[in-house]
């Protein structure tokens, strides 16, 4: 949203979260002996707002109907379909799986969280199909909600002395990171694989737009349009999952944070109170 502000394109909630904003500054300059529970109130209505913002999507997936492929127009849409690849393929670092898109990563265990040291990703423009048609998808922007592919860990209880293939190894020395720590066990390290291949069946939710590549499909209404991030609609979402586990995911996030926010929204009103010896 703040770079859709920096592009020229405010949005309300940009809007609204300024005027918010400027409210809770002019109460802490009026009010500087509650700045602890001011600011803590403020962090909790900020993480309220983010919250209900993660929830958008979930109102979008539960009232969608799921169309077909040949009656798409421009705007938002859902719909699903199976892969058809554009030629070359890239060939996925950890399963060796051909595909259209891959994310890899590397991770480590660092205070009971997982923390990521090496990253990758490649991806490209492919089609979608379904039984009335096929249309462009560019996936750059969207929100991959993906199975994975591979995962690999290392160290923990039943990991200490594992063996770790050749390439994996690889990815380890490129981190700059050691396998073996004290006595010569494997230390925690989680390799995790996402990938998008061939003949894969999607839902995605997105934005039809006009097509901007000179890539041709069937000849008919389809070779004009294609779907990828829109301009004025945030919801780009691809996955390999059902329309109500992608759903399910996105609410349980959206909800957490809210919680989180209401927590310290009543957790500042508690420590306002408590310096006015309210409680």
Same mark, same amino acid.
């Given at each position: 949203?703040?770079? @859709?502000?920096?592009?020229?394109?405010?949005?309300?909630?940009?809007?609204?979260?300024?005027?918010?904003? #400027?409210?809770?500054?002019?109460?802490?300059?009026?009010?500087? %002996? =509650?700045?602890?529970?001011?600011?803590?109130?403020?962090?909790?209505?900020?993480?309220?707002?983010?919250?209900?913002?993660?929830?958008?999507?979930?109102?979008?997936?539960?009232?969608?109907?799921?169309?077909?492929? +040949?009656?798409?127009?421009?705007?938002?849409? @859902?719909?699903?379909?199976?892969?058809?690849?554009? %030629?070359?393929?890239?060939?996925?670092?950890?399963?060796?799986?051909?595909?259209? =898109?891959?994310?890899?990563?590397?991770?480590?265990?660092?205070?009971?969280?997982?923390?990521?040291?090496?990253?990758? #990703?490649?991806?490209?423009?492919?089609?979608?199909?379904?039984?009335?048609?096929?249309?462009?998808?560019?996936?750059?922007?969207?929100?991959?909600?993906?199975?994975?592919?591979?995962?690999?860990?290392?160290?923990?209880?039943?990991?200490?002395?594992?063996?770790?293939?050749?390439?994996?190894? #690889?990815?380890?020395?490129?981190?700059? +990171?050691?396998? %073996?720590?004290?006595?010569?066990?494997?230390?925690?390290? +989680?390799?995790?694989?996402?990938?998008?291949?061939?003949?894969?069946?999607?839902?995605?939710?997105?934005?039809?737009? @006009?097509?901007? =590549?000179?890539?041709?499909?069937?000849?008919?209404?389809?070779?004009?349009?294609?779907?990828?991030?829109?301009?004025?609609?945030?919801?780009?979402?691809?996955?390999?999952?059902?329309?109500?586990?992608?759903?399910?995911?996105?609410?349980?996030?959206?909800?957490?944070?809210?919680? #989180?926010?209401?927590?310290?929204?009543?957790?500042?009103?508690?420590?306002?109170?408590?310096?006015?010896?309210?409680?």
């Amino acid at each position: 949203r703040f770079l @859709e502000c920096f592009n020229g394109r405010i949005t309300t909630d940009i809007i609204g979260l300024i005027i918010f904003s #400027a409210v809770f500054l002019f109460l802490l300059f009026a009010y500087g %002996k =509650y700045f602890e529970g001011l600011l803590i109130i403020f962090f909790g209505f900020l993480f309220i707002f983010q919250g209900f913002s993660l929830l958008k999507p979930t109102e979008l997936i539960d009232t969608r109907v799921t169309s077909k492929i +040949r009656s798409l127009a421009m705007g938002i849409v @859902e719909t699903k379909g199976r892969v058809v690849a554009l %030629k070359p393929l890239f060939t996925a670092p950890f399963s060796k799986k051909e595909c259209v =898109y891959y994310y890899a990563k590397l991770e480590t265990l660092e205070h009971d969280k997982w923390i990521v040291v090496k990253n990758y #990703a490649e991806t490209s423009l492919f089609f979608l199909k379904d039984d009335t048609g096929k249309i462009l998808v560019d996936p750059v922007a969207a929100d991959k909600d993906l199975i994975p592919s591979f995962t690999y860990e290392i160290g923990g209880p039943t990991g200490l002395i594992k063996q770790l293939p050749k390439d994996l190894k #690889a990815w380890l020395d490129e981190a700059g +990171r050691k396998q %073996k720590g004290l006595l010569g066990l494997n230390k925690p390290f +989680r390799f995790t694989e996402t990938c998008i291949c061939p003949n894969d069946e999607l839902y995605v939710i997105g934005t039809v737009a @006009e097509n901007e =590549y000179d890539i041709k499909n069937d000849g008919t209404h389809l070779d004009k349009i294609m779907i990828r991030s829109g301009s004025n609609e945030e919801t780009y979402i691809i996955s390999n999952k059902q329309k109500n586990q992608v759903s399910s995911k996105v609410g349980k996030e959206g909800w957490k944070i809210v919680a #989180a926010g209401c927590f310290l929204v009543l957790f500042g009103a508690y420590v306002i109170l408590n310096n006015i010896k309210l409680l």
